[in-house]
Structure formats: C-alpha cells, structure tokens
C-alpha cells in the first residue's frame, strides 16, 4: 500500500511572509552578482574583510558566481511562495488546494537546501575566512527564515514526513557542499613543505608598465625580506600586480598560495598565517588587502623616489 505525502496546511499569512524574503534574497543576489560580474566588490564593501570574503575562492563555483546560485534559489522559492494565488479557489477548489500541497513541500526542500548551504558557509566564514561579511549574514538569516518558516508555518498531518525529509535534505546538502568545496579548496597536501609547484596557473597578464620609482620600491622590499602572499585567482592581487607593472612585480618576493597555482607554495603561506589574499609580510606584521604603493613604500621604510605611475583607482 502506498504511503500518501503528509498535506500541508499554511497559517494565514505565512506564505505572503515567505514571498517577501523570498523577494527580497532575490533583491540581495541580484545585487551582488551585479557588482560581482563588474569587479566593483571593493566600492560595496564597509570593510576590507567583506572583501576579501566577497573575492575569495569560496565565492565561485567552477568560475560562477555563488550569489548566482543564491539568485537562482530565491527565484524558486518566490515562485512557490506566491503559486497557489494563481488559481482562484473559488474557481478551482481542487487544482488550488494541488498547487498549495505540492508548492508547500517544495518550500520545505528548497528551504531545506538553502538553509544547509548557508549554515556551510557560515562554518567557513567564521573557520576559514575569519573575517565579517554583512551581505552574507544577511543572506543567511534570509534562508534560515525561509526554512524555519516553511517547516514550522505549516501545519502537517504527519511530522513525521516533514522532520526526515529536512534531515535527508540537510545531510546530502552537507555531503555535497563539502565536496564540492573540497575540489576547489586552496589545499596543502598536494605539495611538500618548502616544495614549488612548477606546473599551475598563472592568472592574467600584467598589462601595466613599470617607472623607475615601482622598480626601486620592489628592489627594497626584497632585500628587506617582504613577502608578497597571493592566489592567481584573487582580482584584489591582480589589481596589486597591476600597480607595480610587470617589470616591477619580477623583483619581487612573490609567494602563490594556491595550491592549482604556478610554483605554489600553499604550506609557507600556512605557515606564515596568512588568511586572505592579497596579504604583505614586512618586518615580520602581515598587512592585508590590496595596499598603494605610497603606503608600502612608508611600511617598509622606502625612501627613494615616489613618483609612482598607478594608483588602486586607476587599475580597476
């Protein structure tokens, strides 16, 4: 004998509710896929965490943005929150009460899902990245609103079916998500401490020209002992490369942190503690994010010729 799905049953005003974060996570990913896409993260961001959360690898999936994805889930589920009031049960009583059932599960496993990923990402934000992101809290209390609303702002006529269904959701959601980012995680294994990864990526070309004073200002942070930690990937390091300019960059000590990189180093930027890209090592402090070259040249203690070509503004 065949098991019927529990029905579920929306309290009045819980679906318009759904709709309404649903919308406004649509509002959210829309955006910051938006200034993603345009490489403007940097003009949104209140701190250079955000930033660095915003353009680390954990941000993509296989070169797609993640809000991307987030964009795509909040669609869905505005979708569902809102399909039963497109049919009048005036009208059709039994094709309305379908669309409510079969819409009202489709909110428990769309929140399920969502509300599995997001509480992943937080894992990494807090474990990994370390640093604070607005725009990703608010994306997750969007998703754990959604689930909390669709498994508890319905009553069913079995909990039972709804708890396991949640539970098999969340477990393969973490499975997969675990994985997923596995294949894409900045790993250390692959390469011995003190091993160079001679094969790997390169990232784009540095298409800026050096002056006389970028030359000299890499010259002496070199033979100071600063290092200079970063992944091809990161658009923030790009952007640093940019402001030396290709003739400037080859003097100095550069580290690639990415273990897919090219001479890859992924322990000694572990061992270092460097927990972002781009991140300067000198006189033994770590200095994080993107840094003008004026400012270098003071952490370092430069005093040559200042007369540099590019500004971070002129290479975005």
Same mark, same amino acid.
């Given at each position: 004998m065949t098991r019927r799905l529990a029905t579920p049953r929306f309290n009045p005003g819980f679906r318009p509710l759904i709709g309404a974060i649903a919308v406004l996570g649509v509002l959210e990913t829309t955006f910051l896929t938006v200034v993603k896409l345009t490489d403007q993260v940097a003009?949104?961001?209140?701190?250079?965490?955000? *930033?660095?959360?915003?353009? /680390?690898?954990?941000?993509?999936?296989?070169?797609?943005?993640?809000?991307?994805?987030?964009?795509?889930?909040?669609?869905?589920?505005t979708l569902l929150a809102f399909a039963p009031y497109s049919i009048r049960r005036d009208r059709d009583r039994k094709g309305h009460d379908r669309l409510d059932r079969l819409s009202g599960w489709?909110?428990?496993?769309?929140? /399920?899902?969502?509300?599995?990923?997001?509480?992943?990402?937080?894992?990494?934000?807090? *474990?990994?990245?370390?640093?604070?992101?607005?725009?990703?809290?608010? /994306?997750?209390?969007? /998703?754990?609103?959604?689930f909390g609303l669709a498994a508890f702002g319905q009553h069913w006529d079995d909990e039972g079916q709804p708890l396991f269904t949640s539970l098999i959701l969340v477990f393969v959601t973490l499975i997969g998500v675990t994985g997923l980012y596995a294949e894409q995680r900045p790993g250390v294994a692959a390469t011995p401490a003190g091993a160079i990864a001679e094969a790997g990526e390169r990232g784009p070309a540095i298409t800026t020209n050096s002056g006389v004073?970028?030359?000299?200002?890499?010259?002496?942070?070199?033979?100071?002992?600063?290092?200079?930690?970063?992944?091809?990937?990161?658009p923030h390091c790009y952007s640093q490369k940019q402001l030396f300019g290709a003739e400037a960059f080859e003097k100095l000590t550069y580290v690639e942190c990415d273990a897919n990189g090219?001479?890859?180093?992924?322990?000694?930027?572990?061992?270092?503690?460097?927990?972002?890209?781009?991140?300067?090592?000198?006189?033994?402090?770590l200095y994080e994010g993107t840094r003008e070259l004026r400012e270098l040249a003071r952490l370092s203690g430069y005093d040559g010729d200042r007369e540099f070509r590019h500004s971070i503004r002129s290479v975005r």
């Open positions: 003009t949104i961001c209140p701190t250079e965490g955000c *930033n660095q959360v915003l353009t /680390s690898s954990y941000a993509t999936v296989f070169g797609v943005p993640l809000t991307l994805f987030g964009l795509l889930g909040y669609g869905v589920m489709g909110l428990l496993i769309g929140g /399920s899902i969502m509300a599995a990923f997001s509480g992943y990402l937080m894992f990494l934000l807090v *474990n990994e990245l370390h640093e604070f992101c607005p725009y990703c809290l608010l /994306s997750a209390l969007f /998703s754990f609103s959604l004073s970028e030359v000299a200002l890499a010259e002496h942070l070199t033979t100071i002992g600063a290092r200079y930690f970063g992944a091809y990937w990161c090219y001479q890859a180093q992924p322990q000694v930027c572990q061992d270092a503690g460097v927990r972002a890209y781009p991140t300067w090592e000198i006189d033994g402090e």
